[in-house]
């Protein structure tokens, strides 16, 4: 394998809240090679958006905290970047789409400022320049008439066309790696695939990596080379996209995908829910943080927490029972 | 295509529903009237200089309490002076005072609200425990310190009564920047590699001053009235230098014979405050954001 563009190693990060200490992202490593497409998936509360927070140092301090780990990207550590340095990151190596893009945009700037704005602040261009680029990059997510529309604010466009402006302001100083947070939970179905599509293709002309949050299966089996589940703050399995659908290592990825309804194969099969509420992260047990839900759980899952192991080539599961489910 | 498709016809929906909708909100007899109102106000206080009218100071004692007439158009004040030049220069130390004030609370305020929603934390606390202690602080008793120790003067005047305003403007600059604070852009900005002054100043700033600018016409109301009651407790500016205030609390005195001389500057007064509230509730109406960007 080649040398990763984002190597997550160890990664922890905490809140402080009045129910006590939540580890948000607990022990999380990954990697990022370039040029691909990871995505993360997890319900609601499961570390993922922390994860990405993280990597950006974007966590608000306090409560928030990362208290420990390394996120190398391109050989250096971020976390050990003073804030110049991490700002210089920020927008031009690494950017970022937000998962509301009602909210993501200045409702008293013009889109044209918006979208020049990181590249007046990167690459120090003259805004009449900056602006240039902007309707260029607006032309290049699609939004005809680009020029013009660069005068427009935000509540002039819909939903979908927001989303677009994010992606152009994500793609402007041409980043090596995108970190999108649920880019399409909150746009119509319609126009979730036409943004997704955009991304990827997109990203592939640039050759950079991305990082996919969703909690959105269909969209990870389209989209993504790479898949880590993650649960209560932690990675419980991660695999090459098509192998984690065919058989997957973990028995609350097989939840998840029980609980969705599939087009190939079998469209009659019942949808089976996961029966319980994710976990505390205040308070999580001292075993595998899905034992409780598990149908399969044995007293040691309740007893003891299961490593991340490799359980078939670059497929690694964290349940005690892997190689019994991969039966 | 698809794509291509529907974006365009995003375009066409947006541009034909958004454009009238935001030219129908007319403005209204009573805006244009006020406006007009202080456009006469103001314009009469910079050229009073100029205008064919009497000497606002000059005594004719022998027309005292005079009646309209042509050459006193709103007749004479207890000491002779013509009452409708001392509206007109009255005007000009209201207005001075009425804007110059809640500029001083506007940017201090502003200034401090915004870093104190920014960037939270103890400086916060610092803050808004001062704007506490000066909002405790009893007004008339600071007023009166100033004008005893530096005596009484327009730029004291207003000094006093901007002070005095900063913690009103501090409270809704804070607030309003505590509610953006959350909000994603500011995230967004961060992610972008933006620096603090970046945000506070190009994120920020465009959306606390349109709440601050409209408080900032309601600050200029409050304040007329506020310098008006210092001038009719002796504590505004000097004798004989006209001032509305000072024209009620002179008037007091011949309220049973001359009535008209009190109510007059009152009524000046009362329309030129009214004025300030009207632009200021439909300039906020006209430029709130909220029901559109959200």
């Known amino acids: 394998m080649t040398q990763p563009l984002l190597s997550v190693r160890n990664l922890s990060t905490r809140f402080r809240t009045d129910r006590g200490l939540v580890r948000a992202v607990d022990d999380v490593s990954f990697d990022v090679a370039p040029g691909e497409t990871l995505a993360i998936v997890g319900e609601s509360g499961s570390g993922k958006s922390v994860t990405a927070l993280s990597i950006l140092r974007l966590i608000p301090d306090p409560p928030g905290k990362i208290e420990s780990g390394e996120i190398l990207f391109e050989g250096k550590d971020l976390l050990k970047l003073d804030d110049a340095g991490i700002r210089a990151i920020r927008g031009d190596r690494i950017a970022m789409i937000f998962q509301e893009p009602m909210s993501s945009l200045n409702p008293a700037l013009t889109v044209g400022l918006q979208v020049g704005e990181p590249i007046n602040l990167h690459r120090k261009t003259v805004w009449s320049k900056a602006l240039d680029k902007a309707a260029e990059l607006l032309g290049k997510v699609r939004i005809p008439d680009g020029k013009s529309r660069l005068n427009s604010y935000p509540h002039q466009y819909s939903g979908g066309m927001r989303q677009r402006v994010m992606i152009a302001m994500a793609l402007a100083c041409q980043p090596k790696l995108i970190i999108a947070d649920e880019p399409t939970t909150a746009l119509d179905v319609t126009v979730q695939a036409q943004i997704l599509a955009l991304l990827k293709e997109l990203t592939r002309e640039a050759n950079s990596a991305m990082i996919l949050i969703t909690h959105d299966l269909g969209v990870v089996a389209r989209y993504a080379d790479r898949v880590a589940v993650m649960y209560g703050g932690r990675i419980v399995e991660t695999a090459p996209a098509r192998p984690l659908y065919k058989s997957p290592r973990h028995p609350y990825t097989r939840g998840l995908m029980a609980s969705v309804p599939r087009l190939d194969g079998d469209t009659g099969r019942p949808l089976v829910p996961i029966e319980g509420q994710p976990p505390d992260l205040a308070s999580l047990p001292a075993g595998c943080a899905f034992a409780l839900r598990c149908k399969d759980a044995t007293e040691r899952c309740h007893r003891e927490r299961p490593p991340l192991v490799e359980s078939a080539r670059h497929h690694f599961s964290a349940c005690w029972y892997h190689e019994r489910l991969a039966a | ?294």
Do not use: C
Request: hydrophobic fraction near 55%; proline fraction near 6%.
């Open chain 2, 1 to 294: 295509m698809a794509v291509r498709e529907v974006a365009a016809l995003d375009v066409g929906v947006d541009t034909s529903a958004v454009t009238p909708v935001r030219r129908q909100r007319r403005l209204g007899g009573l805006f244009v009237a006020s406006v007009i109102w202080i456009a006469l106000v103001g314009l009469g206080a910079i050229f009073a200089g100029l205008l064919p009218i009497p000497s606002p100071t000059e005594m004719d004692m022998l027309g005292k309490r005079a009646l309209p007439s042509a050459e006193h158009w709103l007749g004479n004040d207890v000491l002779g002076r013509d009452v409708f030049s001392r509206l007109i220069y009255g005007g000009r130390i209201s207005l001075t005072v009425g804007l110059l004030a809640p500029v001083i609370g506007v940017t201090v305020g502003g200034a401090l609200g915004m870093l104190a929603g920014y960037f939270r934390g103890r400086f916060e606390t610092i803050v808004t425990g001062g704007v506490d202690v000066l909002l405790a602080f009893p007004p008339l008793v600071f007023a009166l310190a100033v004008t005893a120790y530096l005596g009484q003067s327009i730029l004291n005047i207003t000094l006093v009564i901007g002070i005095l305003g900063i913690p009103a403007f501090t409270r809704v600059a804070r607030a309003v920047t505590l509610s953006l604070s959350e909000r994603e852009f500011v995230t967004a900005a961060r992610a972008l590699g933006a620096t603090h002054s970046r945000i506070l100043l190009r994120e920020l700033l465009p959306n606390v001053a349109l709440p601050l600018v409209a408080f900032f016409l309601l600050g200029v109301a409050v304040t007329i009235v506020v310098e008006g009651a210092l001038s009719f407790l002796g504590l505004g500016v000097p004798p004989p230098a006209p001032s509305w205030g000072s024209m009620i609390g002179e008037g007091r005195e011949s309220l049973d014979i001359a009535p008209w001389l009190a109510f007059l500057p009152a009524i000046f007064m009362f329309l030129t405050v009214l004025a300030f509230n009207v632009i200021g509730d439909t300039l906020r109406a006209l430029t709130d954001p909220r029901p559109g960007a959200l």
